[in-house]
């Protein structure tokens, strides 16, 4: 087994989770059946549940933004390494 399984796992389970629960339905039965796309948007920039969601989804990403940096470098290095390899082997010529 890899080091990755248990991720795997837990990943699959989450995504089978949210797939079984149905589409959301946060403000059904409250008027808001017959809302235009413009007012829907101005629902969700103004209402306070709304802007609670954003808050704590920015405190998430600042909170993650270090971790993310450090993996999305590691994979800016690999890549780095794998192109200057590649670069470094020697041309291979053409079969006609």
Known sequence: MTRTTPRLRVAAALVSAALATGPAAAHH????????????????????????????GAIV?????????????????????????RAAEPLRETQR
């Open 29 to 56: 039965g409250h008027g808001h059946e017959g809302m235009s796309p413009a007012k829907g948007l101005l629902h969700a920039l103004t209402e306070p549940d709304h802007l609670l969601m954003l808050g704590a």
């Open 61 to 85: 990403c600042t909170l993650a933004a270090p971790w993310l940096l450090r993996v999305l470098a590691r994979w800016q290095r690999r890549l780095r390494e794998r192109l200057q390899a």
